[in-house]
């Protein structure tokens, strides 16, 4: 059996359309560039990603979550630097009307798209979103849509501290929709202008910073590894002066290599005491820490891992894909498509199929799927087809387990239970059936 993983972005596009995972936002439309709609799988695919971050993070003594608006006073974003800082280089080619990014192409004299050396001069252009809050439309109700999660966590510090009694060092964990308006977003669910950030911001005593800052990047590698991502995938990437942001002393990315190359999944930055120095400034409100030991006051800093829901999402599904192709003595080839997913990023844990749709078999497959779903696991129930079609249908979204119920069941009160990985089959009594998939589902 030869075994081939994914080398090109556009048959995951395909396999997440087919069966239910992402599709094109406003499709019957057209379509509206770069923004996607997460069908069933894709929904119950991302939950997966963002209890698995959540519990990382929250389950930790020492930090608590919050979820703040996205829309915020626009002096925050003056004082985070968003609003004069927050911007990209953008040329027209003034032949064919392509706008691109001059700092991301091989040759910035000419069009990317056409060849054309008719270009603009380069300007900066502001990544964020405008709106306006309340009836009148002038600038002093411009309000912008986040472009960043983090800044919620600033702003809330103090209530947080205070409200939880929290010492440092303590982190906050938020996850919500952030907005940037790319100039070239593209590669699927990878760049976009609306995604979802899982951001934690964790304050610690100037000084110590550096030493966080390492554990904090182990710490995020592990949870990639603990996901079941291939190690071979993952590396780190340290900014050099000229990529780091305006708030940043020191930056990683944790990289992935897509089919398109490496790219950023997470930030993880020494943001130092940048914004809350700034917002302290701005609001005039002090937002000194005062430490009980020493009897010091001070500004904390800031080690933050940022990382991009939409993104983690995309690698789950890269890493997790997989054609099988096996040959038979006449050398016809046959494929089998597998999406092995960790079994707690598997959208769909569980399918029942009778193996026929005649009663009682049918009832008793659908009575199974339902006793399954009301323990919290997210089970389908398929009668339609081949039994040979409906695994390999499973298989393509990447369900763990298969529960086969046939006419032998009725008797011996047995379902057969087919493995996605190995295609073993195991016949389980249904009185045993629950600690049989607890057990197979945690030591996968
Ligand atoms: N608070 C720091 C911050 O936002 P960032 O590196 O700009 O840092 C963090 O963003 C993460 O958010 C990125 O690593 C990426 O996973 C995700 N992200 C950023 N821009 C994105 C976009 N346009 N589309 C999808 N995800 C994006």
Excluded at 240 to 255: M, R
Excluded at 269 to 283: C, E, G, I, V, W
Excluded at 334 to 341: A, H, P, Y
Aim: proline content about 5%; some cysteine; charged content about 30%.
């Amino acid at each position: 059996m030869k075994t081939q993983e994914l080398n090109d972005l556009q048959t995951l596009v395909s396999l997440a359309k087919r069966r239910g995972f992402v599709f094109q936002s406003s499709e019957v439309y057209g379509g509206i560039n770069a923004c996607w709609d997460y069908g069933p799988l894709g929904v119950e695919l991302k939950l997966n990603v963002k209890k698995l971050w959540w519990k990382s993070m929250t389950s930790r003594n020492d930090i608590v979550g919050i979820d703040a608006a996205i829309l915020m006073h626009p002096k925050v974003w003056k004082a985070s630097g968003h609003v004069d800082g927050f911007t990209d280089p953008m040329v027209d080619c003034k032949e064919c009307k392509y706008r691109f990014r001059p700092d991301k192409v091989e040759d910035p004299s000419q069009c990317p798209s056409c060849g054309s050396k008719n270009l603009s001069e380069p300007r900066n252009f502001n990544l964020m979103f405008k709106t306006f809050m309340g009836p009148l439309e002038d600038s002093s109700s411009t309000v912008y849509l986040r472009p960043e999660t983090a800044q919620g966590i600033f702003v809330n510090f103090e209530n947080v501290q205070t409200s939880m009694r929290k010492k440092i060092p303590f982190g906050i964990a938020q996850i919500g929709k952030s907005f940037r308006n790319e100039i070239t977003p593209g590669n699927f669910i990878f760049r976009t202008r609306e995604f979802e950030q899982m951001e934690m911001q964790y304050f610690v005593k100037p000084g110590s910073d550096d030493e966080h800052m390492e554990e904090w990047k182990q710490r995020r590698r592990n949870f990639y590894l603990n996901m079941g991502f291939k190690e071979e995938r993952l590396r780190f990437h340290q900014h050099g002066p000229d990529e780091l942001a305006h708030y940043a002393k020191d930056a990683f990315d944790v990289e992935y290599k897509f089919p398109m190359g490496w790219e950023e999944l997470e930030g993880i930055h020494n943001r130092t005491d940048f914004d809350l120095k700034a917002h302290q400034q701005m609001s005039g409100k002090s937002l000194e820490y005062f430490e009980e030991a020493s009897k010091e006051k001070y500004i904390p800093y800031v080690i933050e891992t940022a990382a991009g829901c939409d993104r983690l999402v995309l690698a789950a599904l890269c890493d997790a894909y997989r054609e099988e192709i096996t040959t038979d003595e006449k050398g016809k080839e046959d494929k089998r498509v597998v999406l092995g997913f960790h079994p707690q990023l598997a959208p769909v844990k569980l399918a029942f199929l009778p193996l026929s749709k005649k009663e009682p078999l049918a009832s008793l497959a659908m009575q199974l799927r339902n006793d399954f779903a009301a323990e919290d696991w997210i089970c389908q129930y398929d009668e339609s087809g081949s039994i040979g079609k409906r695994y390999r249908r499973q298989d393509e979204i990447g369900t763990p387990l298969c529960v086969t119920i046939d006419f032998d069941s009725l008797e011996d009160k047995c379902v057969t239970v087919r493995h996605r990985d190995s295609m073993q089959q195991d016949r389980v009594s249904i009185d045993g059936l629950e600690a049989y998939v607890r057990d197979k589902l945690k030591n996968f």
